[in-house]
């Protein structure tokens, strides 16, 4: 009984698991990929720090206090009054406090104790509540005169010391708002999405051309089949592109809790925000992976660089106009043009995530998700297959062509 010969070769998706572990890991523990993920949040950080000090600069700039230049009775019922006052009025008022430096006697000269810079003073108010005098830039006056008044109105009786109750009835939104609301919040998915793939998929361009010109890619598919080598690359990009934004997200996060961004505001999306969030994740896998095959199979037909530059233009370009596309078909839902945007491959992801940002429909989003990833298919395949051409064809056609001059010869 003879013995069954050994399988020297692995499947297909075993090949690609390894190539995908391998160029995983490779790039995960390099120290470009460190600067990468480093090179985003350094403007981020410098924004935020940059943004704070100026909040702070702006705030301590605008925060002087007037200063009450009266006798101390005068003071305590303006201080009161104004005390009240901001109660009800919240930051509007501006802050009070005595003037300490002053003199009590008539030759007190507030314009010139300002001018002086005598004290951190926006203004000084003197005189009596019921005969004030305010000083200050002309600005100042205009910006703080009605407030000074209706507080020295307040400390001599003439204005309501308790206000009255104020009914309210609150909406909690209008049919336009909530419309206009989730079309920003379609608006900011799009960008964002946009904004990841373009960024980490050129990862896989210079990958793939440091291993052609190190013939790391012969050694390989010597080993291995080429398709595998193209989806276990693919992959293995994808995979790294999460550990990316995993990375910046959690930065993100940390930076709000912190309080040194302001989040902003985005109305909660039709499908809400955890279905939305999952949408994203995998709207992002699907438009990563159809411009990460292009780009792979641009890698394959290139041997340097500057071929690289060139050949991925065209792409980079069509994907711009792709957004652009998206973008314009967001605000006419319904029309033929949000159809097409829906169903062209490369326009697709943006297209619905805005669409989940906007109605609550789920099946529609199975249905584009099917087509998708069929169109990720057929575009695997075809980059492979062209992947497998160009990358082989130097060396297995020569050496082909060789051995069977050899075997005519020897007939």
Known sequence: MSAQPARSRLSIWQAAFVIARRDFVAILFSRAFIFFLLGPLFPVMVGALAGGIGSEVQQQATSSAVGIAMNEADTAAMLEAHRQLADELGPVMPAMKPVVEAHRDAGFDAAAMLEARM????????????????????????????RVALVAASAIGNAPRAFPELATQVVTTSGASEKVDRVRTAQAGQLLLFLLIMLLAGMVLSNLVEEKGNKIIEVLAAAIPMDAVFLGKLF????????????WGSAGVAAFALGAVDGGTLTEPAVGWPLFFV???????????????????????????????TLSMPVTMMQLMVFFFASYALARPGSWQELAAAVFPLSSPFAMLARAA?????????VALAWQALFVAILVKGGATL?????????PRTSGRKAWFARKAKA
């Open 358 to 366: 906007q109605f609550g429909e789920v099946w529609p989003h199975l």
């Open 236 to 247: 293995a990009m994808l995979a790294v592109s999460f550990v990316g934004i995993v990375v």
């Open 279 to 309: 949408l994203g994740v995998v709207y992002f896998a699907m438009g990563y992976l159809l411009l990460g095959s292009l780009f792979l199979t641009i890698g394959a037909m290139a041997s340097t660089v500057r071929e690289v530059q």
């Open 387 to 395: 992947f497998r051409r160009r990358v082989m064809q130097s060396g």
């Open 119 to 146: 004290g951190d003073y926006a203004a000084i108010v003197s005189g009596t509540p019921a005969q004030p005098r305010l000083a200050g830039t002309q600005e100042q006056v205009d910006r703080l005169g009605g």
